[in-house]
């Protein structure tokens, strides 16, 4: 399974999903430091996201 690991928590997460069989990247990995959330959430709809932002279902609701 492929994860895309947030801005809010660290690249070695990512690494650690690695280390257990996955493939997974942090978001400064795969977009510029200056993406905007909505770019972010488009680009990984199609895979998990661990984030640890609390209001992301109140903003998926917005877009």
Same mark, same amino acid.
């Given at each position: 399974?492929? $994860? +895309? #690991?947030? +801005?809010? /928590? *660290?690249?070695?997460? &990512?690494? !650690?999903? &690695?280390?257990?069989?996955?493939? &997974? @990247?942090? #978001? $400064? ?8 959330? &909505?770019?972010?959430? +488009?680009?990984? #709809? #199609? !895979? *998990?996201?661990?984030? /640890? $932002?609390?209001?992301? *279902?109140?903003?998926? @609701?917005?877009?």
């Amino acid at each position: 399974m492929h $994860f +895309v #690991v947030d +801005v809010q /928590l *660290p690249p070695k997460l &990512a690494t !650690c999903l &690695a280390a257990w069989g996955h493939t &997974a @990247e942090h #978001v $400064f990995e795969r977009f510029p430091q200056s993406v905007s959330d &909505a770019e972010i959430w +488009v680009e990984t #709809v #199609v !895979c *998990p996201l661990f984030s /640890l $932002f609390e209001k992301f *279902p109140i903003w998926l @609701e917005t877009i």
